[in-house]
């Protein structure tokens, strides 16, 4: 506008409104929370589904784990819905536990073949070794309370045995009614195994088979090797590193022939030896190796022995390896023969206790602390059932020796020396020297 007359120009500035940036909309914390929770219980509903519809072609560790998962999910979710101030119109996640009818084990039996892989994944054995096992086992699994089918019970113990699986999987996969059932039904089948299968440590009834298939290793009159294995044991009643030590004695064919479970690995090798059942039925009842000398073509006499690590000592029954010492510098030509057909033949317990870790994955892991009285009831059970498997031709689970316990870290024995310890193994390893050259 401009103004006229006396009055001076002036101009009208025009007036301009800041106007202010809208601020994007802030969405509560609490609505945030709710559709994040929503979208975490969704996808662990569509896993829930997925495992429901697909566990049977799945691998048991693939379950398992899956199964693990989803429960630790749920367990957590439910955690949060428990700190929000107000409810929210949102369900928990379905439970596993609600694993709709028939259970697991049911659709397995109905959709799997005699030949069925599936049996050797879940089991570690095919259906006929199952059923053969069943058959031995019935009678005494006619007594669990509350009843329960001895095919399910057996099947439940076995996949725990493989998987290490929790009683809780336990209960869900094979229909019982708790997590104290399925352990319940496990400890009675491990006893009927023990029971049933205990004649398959065939140490004194078998001892001629025994003895020929260490002829073929050039071992003549031998009965067998002496070893240990350590499993690891949490918390601090056996120390910080504590183990629970197992001596076995093993044949050619990596047949557990005696087992003696459960020892501190605190204890010394030797202590172990004589308070074991072994050493009393050779030096006190004189009921094992007993049987008649070997002689060798120089005229010397060999009596039943079996061979055992440096850390024993040297017994007339149990030939250790020959040990370099500062006064003896070096071993002979024979001491280096005998100590080459010793180390080889005691690879036998190595491989023998890995196919059992590699089979039975329970006594693989390390165990709880509160859980070691029955350690010595498990590894027995798996020994047995090792045995078992090896009388039905199922195929061995692959070892590598480099996974085994070293057996090294076992000191020598230091004690006084038999003699005739002595004189055995000197005329053996006399024998295995000429062996050697003939070859």
């Not at 697991?104 to 070794?129: A, C, G, I, N, Q």
């Not at 059932?181 to 025994?210: N, P, Q, W």
Request: hydrophobic share 40%; with cysteine; aromatic share 8%.
């Amino acid at each position: 506008m401009v103004a006229t007359g006396g009055s001076r120009n002036t101009t009208a500035k025009p007036t301009t409104k800041k106007r202010r940036s809208k601020k994007p909309q802030q969405i509560p914390l609490h609505q945030t929370l709710t559709d994040l929770l929503s979208l975490v219980a969704s996808a662990t509903s569509s896993a829930h589904s997925f495992l429901s519809h697909h566990d049977l072609r799945l691998l048991p560790s693939q379950t398992l784990l899956l199964e693990s998962h989803l429960s630790s999910t749920s367990t957590s979710l439910s955690s949060l819905l428990s700190l929000l101030p107000h409810p929210l119109p949102l369900s928990p996640p379905p439970s596993l536990s609600s694993t709709p009818p028939p259970c697991w084990f049911h659709r397995f039996l109905l959709s799997s073949s005699d030949y069925d892989p599936r049996w050797v994944e879940s089991f570690r054995m095919s259906k006929p070794s199952f059923s053969l096992l069943l058959r031995l086992l019935t009678p005494s699994l006619s007594s669990l309370s509350p009843p329960t089918a001895p095919d399910y019970a057996l099947a439940a113990a076995l996949f725990r045995l493989s998987h290490a699986a929790s009683y809780k999987s336990l209960a869900r996969r094979f229909d019982f009614d708790s997590s104290a059932t399925a352990c319940r039904a496990f400890y009675t089948v491990c006893k009927a195994i023990i029971d049933k299968l205990g004649h398959l440590f065939e140490f004194k009834s078998d001892i001629k088979r025994i003895v020929v298939g260490f002829g073929w290793i050039s071992l003549p009159n031998c009965c067998g090797v002496l070893g240990f294995d350590q499993f690891q044991v949490d918390g601090e009643l056996l120390g910080e590193d504590g183990s629970l030590m197992v001596q076995a004695l093993v044949d050619s064919e990596g047949r557990f022939l005696d087992v003696s479970a459960g020892w501190p690995s605190t204890m010394s090798p030797e202590t172990m030896l004589r308070q074991s059942g072994l050493f009393s039925g050779v030096e006190e009842s004189r009921e094992l190796l007993d049987g008649p000398c070997f002689e060798l073509s120089d005229g010397s006499s060999i009596p039943q022995y079996v061979l055992g690590d440096s850390c024993f000592p040297l017994l007339p029954w149990l030939l250790t390896p020959f040990v370099k010492s500062d006064c003896n510098n070096g071993l002979n030509s024979s001491e280096r023969a005998f100590n080459s057909v010793h180390r080889e033949a005691m690879e036998l317990a190595g491989m023998a206790f890995g196919r059992v870790r590699a089979r039975w994955k329970l006594v693989s892991n390390r165990w709880k602390e509160e859980c070691i009285e029955s350690f010595p009831f498990i590894i027995v059970t798996c020994c047995l059932l090792h045995n078992f498997l090896i009388k039905c031709s199922e195929a061995l689970p692959d070892v590598n020796l480099g996974d085994s316990e070293d057996q090294d870290v076992l000191n020598a024995f230091e004690g006084e020396v038999d003699e005739d310890g002595v004189r055995i193994r000197d005329a053996l390893a006399l024998h295995l020297y000429r062996v050697s050259q003939r070859r």
